[in-house]
């Protein structure tokens, strides 16, 4: 089983995608830079979602794991900007979300990894747990894909 990252930024799905993945059959582990800490042990999991990846996505992609597979969730410009604007605390090196995707896309055009890479914007695809099944070659059990939503309690008040 080759182990899959989550490199979407925060506000993209990603804990909905490290959910996928477990109920897929990938242990996976969810790392979020707004709410987490770094401290939890990730020892047994084979996938690793972490919307923190944006800060060395280059140093990732060259290690040792260049032969697994890469997610990126995405969302559209403008709710992504609603959506992280409830939030605030959020890093201050935080790319836009349409510029990093298309960063993404270019460094692994560039890698001649493009087959590595699913690009998928779970908001709006309909068949976003097909692909992502179909992607990493398992299949899903349910029809749906898991919509998690972590909200800043703080942002709520």
């Known amino acids: 089983m080759r182990s899959v990252y989550g490199i979407g930024l925060p ?5 909905s995608l490290a959910e996928a993945l477990t109920l897929i059959g990938q242990p996976t582990k969810h790392y979020c830079v707004v709410h987490d800490d770094m401290s939890q042990s990730h020892d047994d999991v084979i996938s690793w979602v972490d919307n923190s990846f944006y800060r060395y ?3 990732i992609i060259f290690q040792p794991i260049a032969n697994s597979l890469f997610i990126l969730t995405t969302r559209d410009l403008i709710s992504w900007k609603e959506s992280i ?4 605390e959020m890093p201050a090196d935080l790319p836009p979300v349409d510029e990093y995707e ?4 270019r460094i692994f ?3 001649n990894m493009e087959d590595q890479l699913l690009v998928i914007n ?3 695809d309909s068949d976003s747990i097909q692909k992502i099944s179909k992607f990493i070659g398992s299949t899903y059990p349910q029809p749906t894909f898991p919509h998690i939503k972590k909200e800043n309690k703080q942002a709520n008040v």
């Not at 604007?85 to 605030?88: E, G, I, K, L």
């Not at 298309?102 to 896309?105: F, L, N, Y």
Request: no cysteine; hydrophobic share 30%.
């Open 102 to 105: 298309e960063t993404v896309k």
């Open 11 to 15: 506000r993209t799905g990603t804990a």
């Open 57 to 59: 996505l280059d140093q």
């Open 85 to 88: 604007s409830r939030f605030p």
């Open 122 to 124: 779970v908001f709006e």
């Open 109 to 111: 055009k560039e890698l």
